[in-house]
């Protein structure tokens, strides 16, 4: 399957080309200039979190970390990323080491998930460290969540065109994430309702969209409802 990834959404790939030019599954806006604007506000906003509350977060979030658990304070983990490329992201450890984390999603009330990981998992904060992939440029604040290979090819498997979400880059927070839809997905009708979230994103996004869903995954952390935990 691997194999098949790299073929198909290589960055050469005919197909990839084929459908930006035909604006068939993505919005018209993402051209080059946009696409550069959205880079750069990309670099922009990570540089200006590390500034803002980074450069001490880090260290009191690795401190607690260490001292509820043994093990290390960031956990890295292969994702499915632009193009159907592997990539390593990064987040706070949030399991206890030797946790079969890298191929089996986690639950509610998972008891591989430690105290302190239970609640940066509640507000999303175990997600913070993936502002150094922004920085290296495997991935963007928004778009859709990158996913491990292994839930990755069950669910290609299971929706039809679910591959379409690799033309962009993943991101920390997505529409989804925006309204609120984080953690666990138990069912196949909610992954396939994310699915819809993400290919509207493609279809209809525009230069500020980004702004207005980082403003709502905000909201959403801050107002959270059942749908998160």
Known sequence: MTNYLRENFSDNSA??????????????????????LKRFGDLFGASLFFLICGFWLFPLVG?????????????????????????????????????????KQATENDPRVTKIGKFLRKISMDELPQFMNVIYGNMSLVGPRP?????????????????????????????????????????????????????????????????????MTIDSIVFGDNKSY
Not at 75 to 103: D, P, W
Not at 175 to 195: D, M, P, V
Request: proline share 3%; hydrophobic share 40%; aromatic share 16%.
């Open 63 to 103: 401190l607690l970390i260490k001292i509820d658990s043994k093990g290390p304070i960031f956990f890295k983990q292969v994702r499915v990323g632009l193009n159907g490329k592997l990539f390593h992201c990064y987040k706070f450890r949030t399991m206890v080491v030797n946790s079969e984390a890298n191929i």
């Open 15 to 36: 197909f990839v080309r084929s459908q930006i030019e035909n604006n068939q599954f993505i919005s018209k806006d993402f051209n080059w200039r946009n696409l550069t």
């Open 147 to 215: 996913l491990i290979p292994l839930q990755y090819h069950e669910l290609e498997d299971k929706i039809v065109g679910f591959a379409k979400r690799n033309l962009v880059k993943p991101g920390i927070s997505g529409l989804a994430q925006a309204k609120g839809y984080r953690g666990e997905t138990k069912s196949i009708s909610s992954i396939y309702f994310r699915h819809k979230l993400d290919m509207y994103y493609l279809k209809n996004w525009y230069p500020f969209m980004d702004l207005k869903l980082i403003w």
